[in-house]
């Protein structure tokens, strides 16, 4: 095991010295390899073969230039990034980030992690990742749509439905994604549906896509709780972040009778005792793209209209992980949870964590929660049911075909049940029972390093 510890540690350190300012990627690198070594016992080969360094290496990174013309008329210029970062398993697939945070080593983490994660999903599927540093927050229409349009005027040289296939992350949603598509549309003058995932049901989506994330995140954490004899029913569920992931799981959980108290925003979180208003916060975050204090404020002012007591309070720059909860659900953004988060909530009696986000926790929460026997659903599990369903997307574009609702949900229970399977049982093969993480990696490793072994050296 030693010798094996080696090898990864000097894998490790090539990585840190070649992009010594990347300090998200170098977290995902760490953190994956360092549960391979008892896989690579096992298969000796991959070690032979390079497969590590070619692992950690993107295939192809593109960086380029976005200039566009404000309401005001003044030219700015964003960065734009995309990663195609591993295609030994299909088209490289993962989504676009707007958001001012973003930079090289973010969008290299997220499509090393989502290499893993589409490997988990059992669909023939790549992974990358791409976005750039754009707000979209506070910006009209009609900016937005002029950003899209000369970051898709660059970026439509390098996708394709057989090649690569952006979807939605942070500040993409419909309305980003409509205008990406209509300029590839007509740069490309043909109707390539299957080129961009996550769009609009009326012309080519999938239904269930909008609700996939946060659905199979909550359908992982049921199969976890299930896994301890207990159930959603009744549970205290906190739930960071309030976007699309983090609604969409707040109404997956209510669904299966959750008591969901708190929702948070990059301003504080709100806690609402009567359990979250789910149309409001629909209302609030995704059609007024308003802060969660206006959510607080509307829903006293409802209660008081109607003459009845509310509990709610909203936190300003609060935060969320001291409130005691048997489940917590991070789906705001990587590193919100730290190592004294995780020791807040062990002792307010937490149970399952399940990632709804990209590497939410820091290694010291997610070393926490393992060590107090707290059940932890790493985000490259827990939240692949955004990608597979837009994989299911890419099925019904490839096929001219368009599935109910219901057909999708069901689609989609099954490979995030799958998914937990399969980590329950790789963790058991491998000699660490109910170690989600080491499951999830080992699994997601060796079926990429199985198919680049077969495809040679490339």
């Not at 707040?250 to 108290?261: D, I």
């Not at 837009?390 to 995030?416: C, P, Y």
Request: proline letters at 4%; glycine letters at 12%; aromatic letters at 8%.
């Amino acid at each position: 095991m030693s010798q094996m510890s080696n090898v990864l540690d000097a894998v490790v350190a090539r990585v840190v010295a070649r992009d010594p300012h990347e300090p998200e990627f170098h977290q995902a690198v760490r953190e994956v390899l360092g549960t391979l070594s008892p896989a690579l016992e096992r298969h000796p080969e991959y070690v032979e073969a390079g497969i590590l360094e070619r692992l950690v290496e993107p295939e192809r990174v593109i960086l380029f230039r976005v200039p566009w013309v404000d309401d005001a008329g003044h030219t700015q210029v964003n960065r734009g990034f995309r990663v195609q970062f591993n295609s030994a398993l299909g088209p490289y697939k993962g989504g676009l980030r707007f958001h001012p945070s973003v930079n090289l080593g973010i969008i290299k983490f997220l499509g090393f992690e989502q290499v893993l994660k589409n490997s988990l999903t059992g669909l023939p599927l790549g992974g990358g990742k791409g976005g750039s540093d754009f707000d979209p927050h506070g910006r009209s229409d009609a900016e937005v749509m002029r950003f899209a349009q000369s970051f898709m005027t660059e970026l439509s040289r390098h996708i394709g439905e057989q090649v690569d296939v952006p979807a939605g992350d942070i500040g993409v949603g419909g309305r980003e994604i409509g205008y990406l598509f209509g300029q590839y549309k007509r740069l490309n003058n043909s109707y390539s549906s299957g080129v961009l995932t996550g769009k609009n049901p009326e012309w080519g989506g999938s239904l269930a896509r909008t609700q996939a994330t946060g659905y199979g995140t909550v359908i992982f954490a049921q199969e976890m709780l299930r896994g301890r004899g207990l159930s959603f029913d009744g549970r205290r569920v906190t739930i960071s972040g309030a976007g699309n992931v983090a609604i969409y799981a707040t109404a997956k959980a209510q669904a299966l009778g959750a008591h969901v108290q708190a929702v948070s925003d990059s301003s504080g979180y709100v806690v609402d005792e009567d359990g979250i208003d789910l149309e409001l916060l629909r209302q609030v975050k995704e059609v007024e793209r308003a802060r969660l204090s206006v959510y607080a404020e509307r829903r006293a002012a409802s209660s008081a209209a109607s003459g009845s007591a509310t509990a709610v309070r909203y936190v300003a720059g609060g935060n969320i992980w001291d409130l005691p909860a048997d489940i917590a659900l991070p789906c705001a953004t990587q590193n919100e949870l730290t190592e004294a988060d995780a020791e807040t909530l062990i002792r307010n009696g937490v149970q399952v964590v399940a990632e709804g986000a990209n590497m939410p926790s820091t290694p010291g929460a997610l070393a926490a929660f393992q060590a107090a026997g707290v059940s932890f659903g790493p985000g490259k599990a827990a939240n692949a049911g955004g990608v597979a369903v837009s994989g299911l997307e890419m099925a019904q574009n490839a096929s001219r075909d368009h599935w109910t609702f219901e057909q999708v949900e069901a689609k989609l229970t099954d490979i995030m049940v799958a998914i937990h399977n399969t980590c329950l049982a790789t963790a058991d093969e491998y000699g660490t029972p109910g170690n989600y993480v080491l499951g999830a990696n080992i699994a997601g490793f060796t079926k990429v390093a199985r198919t680049m072994l077969a495809h040679g050296v490339i």
